[in-house]
């Protein structure tokens, strides 16, 4: 134990300068995600009292979050103040997760923004409202619209439609810190941060994996699930001869990719069908049109073309409008409107800009029937 005893002191003191130098690296690089929570997300949404929203943004917050700074106005959502009624302008509601929000873009960079000064530039008196937020699927988009949006009276309301939204991909609101932990002795250490962090990360993915399986989505949303358009099983049943080889969901999720699986599920269709019919239920009752706006997949995959087509037979058979953006997303390079070289989900500002240019464009038409 003697000779050995200097060995320990060294390989001891040896881990002690390595974890300082980690220390120290970190703090120099700004890392400090429980200052960030604590700051930023936390302050800017909270669990939801309304039916079917889940959460909701927090009315007058300010902070940074999801990569962006946020700024919510008095009627809580992203954007500048508005009044509820607006005599002689045309109101239009965006809904949609979190590219409509406008995740790592700046506010005037979002395809809601960017269609409203497209249509003032043409002469129309518009606002364009974004009620968007991270992790909504359709259902809490059309929730958010009962709660919030029809308040001020839309003419049109434009649904973006997300590929993750036949998925359940909502915010947890489980964070890594909470208020308490800043005065927590342990999470002065950056280190015992990163490590808290990457464990909560983990578990909020087995929860992604497991609130995913269609046991478990067929559980949690029986009561929103109806059975499908006959018309649609045709297509259902090419598309699940189609993903019978395709990786499994887990898989797919892992690695951040859409997973095709999802869009051969009747179950996740017959829900998406269900808010689609509730959607038209108000547009009837309170004078709106409806756009349904395909977002595009920003990687080649033809399943997730064929799920898309399924889609829009959906809407399409509600008598919504729809767009999509799939031709001048190609010739731009798909790749290349990604806000990140690892997300097929979220465009960058000219994916955005480009979104609203053909929103623009079929936007008169739409007015006209």
Known sequence: MRGAAPKIAVGVGSLALALLGAEVALRLAGYDPRED?????????????APGRGYELVPL????????????????????????AAPGRTRIVALGD??????????????PAVLERELRASGQAV?????????????????????????FQPAHVILGFCVNDVGVVSMSMETPFVESDRVCPLYASRIAQWLHV?????????????????????RVFASEIEPLDGRLLPGLTELR????????????????????????????????QHAFGRLATLSAEHGFDVT???????????????????VRQL???RGFQVVECGAPFRAAGLAALRIRAGDPVHPNARGHALLARDLAAAYPAARAD
Request: aromatic fraction near 8%; avoid cysteine; charged fraction near 25%.
């Open 37 to 49: 929570a604590l700051s930023g997300r936390v302050q800017l949404v909270r669990a939801s009292a």
């Open 198 to 218: 990457r464990g909560v990360e983990r578990a909020q993915a087995r929860a992604l994996f497991e609130r995913n399986r269609e046991e478990t989505y067929a």
């Open 241 to 272: 001869v189609a993903v019978e080889h395709a990786p499994a969901a887990d898989q797919d999720l892992a690695t951040r990719r859409i997973p095709p699986r999802w869009y051969a599920s009747e179950r996740r269709l017959g829900r998406l």
């Open 127 to 151: 606002d364009v409202l974004d009620l968007g937020l991270g992790g909504y699927d359709t259902t809490q988009e059309v929730a958010t619209l009962e709660e919030l949006g029809l308040a």
């Open 292 to 310: 349904v706006l395909l977002i595009p997949y920003l990687e080649e995959d033809p399943l997730i073309e064929q799920g898309l087509g399924l």
């Open 61 to 84: 917050a300010r902070g940074t979050g999801w990569g962006t700074d946020v700024e919510i106005n008095s009627h809580g959502f992203r954007g500048p103040e508005v009044a509820l």
């Open 98 to 111: 979190s590219v409509t929000f406008g995740n790592d873009l700046a506010y005037a960079e979002t395809w």
């Open 315 to 317: 809407a399409e058979a």
